[in-house]
């Protein structure tokens, strides 16, 4: 299908609460989306990358920039790429994952909006709903955390992963273990907040039977999950670490995790993302889908991947309302723990014009 325009649309979005995690504490989300026009129809993706290059070396004004100067020039001077040609029109161009996904994930939208195909069926879903987990911030203190936790069990949410950091890690896990049970599904999330030196303090939580800990150590610090897998019990599970199918394969034949996060936008898209899931599925590692705070347009996209029959641990798929008092599409809601995969072609769903409208803070057309 032919590109006739790009749009580049930043939006700010409020969240309804404070979000700390090891790196910092986010209270609004400012966010690109990426909205392509074809000859056929229109589609949407979203950019991932925070506001500042604190979870990785993207941030948001760095993202709208090389899409405007480089990404978005090559796809448009290829004419009619086909979605699975955007990452190979798009490999000159080092780096900026984030970036490169949301513009895929934007010409794949539209290309399956066109052919009257979803996210689901594009990506092979094999569930109809997913089961949710949510994403627990650090807090001020135990019984703050104790209540948030309550709150989000009665909600209905099957999984709780916890933020931790140096300081606030065993005693709150231990808090949450004995106020909530052993069947609780329970994980814990570092951000990379520590180092080989504090095995013996992550090996403190080995008695709380964690589902896993998420990237305990340094991104680049590959060799050292592999020794820390040797100093605790808990499974490891990395994130920032592995932006591509090769990284999770190297990780997994060094003995560097035992579980993956899996998020597009960390790995260049959609499409590199069922690579990673292949590749896990090939070698038994169970994976999960991350978040990074999205709008509906990228829940609706990651709901479709954790659909996918080797993403067997509830995900960070949490509802539109754990984070917005209003989303920019239909909001997503939990039903008895899981939200419904969308059906309908491309994502399902588009933003509602006069919300989008609304936190819209800059558009910009990059035409042909
Ligand atoms: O539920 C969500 O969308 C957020 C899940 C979550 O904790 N994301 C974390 C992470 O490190 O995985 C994050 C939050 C903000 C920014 C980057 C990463």
């Known amino acids: 299908m032919k590109l006739t325009d790009v749009e580049l649309r930043r939006i700010s979005m409020p969240l309804v609460a404070p979000f700390r995690t090891s790196f910092g504490t986010e209270t609004t989300r400012d966010i690109l989306l990426v909205r392509v026009i074809t000859e056929e129809a229109e589609g949407w993706g979203e950019c991932v990358a925070m506001t500042s290059p604190r979870y990785s070396s993207e941030y948001v004004d760095a993202a709208a920039d090389v899409l405007r100067r480089f990404l978005v020039p090559a796809v448009m001077a290829a004419g009619a790429p086909a979605a699975h040609s955007v990452a190979g029109i798009l490999a000159p161009f080092k780096g900026h994952h984030m970036a490169k996904a949301a513009l895929e994930m934007a010409v794949l939208d539209a290309e399956l909006r066109a052919e009257g195909r979803s996210f689901g069926r594009e990506l092979g879903a094999v569930r109809e709903r997913v089961p949710c987990g949510v994403s627990v911030g650090i807090m001020d203190s135990v019984p703050e955390l104790l209540e948030a936790v309550g709150g989000y069990l009665a909600e209905g949410y099957v999984r709780i992963k916890l933020k931790i950091e140096p300081g606030w890690d065993v005693e709150p896990v231990r808090a949450v273990r004995e106020r909530y049970g052993d069947d609780l599904l329970l994980q814990v999330d570092a951000n990379t907040a520590y180092t080989l030196g504090d095995a013996r303090q992550l090996a403190r939580l080995d008695p709380f039977d964690l589902l896993l800990i998420e990237q305990p150590l340094d991104e680049e610090d590959v060799l050292g999950h592999v020794e820390l897998a040797r100093q605790i019990r808990t499974p490891i599970c990395l994130d920032e670490s592995i932006t591509s199918a090769r990284d999770a394969a190297a990780a997994i034949r060094l003995g560097a995790c035992q579980v993956v996060n899996i998020k597009p936008g960390r790995v260049g898209g959609y499409l590199e993302a069922r690579r990673i899931h292949d590749v896990c599925v090939a070698h038994g590692v169970p994976v999960w889908c991350g978040g990074m705070l999205e709008t509906g347009l990228g829940r609706a996209a990651n709901v479709a991947l954790a659909a996918m029959p080797g993403f067997t641990l509830p995900g960070d798929t949490s509802a539109s309302g754990r984070y917005y008092a ?27 014009p006069d919300r989008l409208a609304e936190v819209t803070t800059a558009t910009e057309r990059l035409a042909a």
């Open 326 to 352: 209003s989303d920019i599409t239909e909001p997503f809601v939990l039903d008895g723990g899981h939200l419904e995969v969308p059906t309908g072609p491309g994502l399902g769903l588009v933003p509602v």
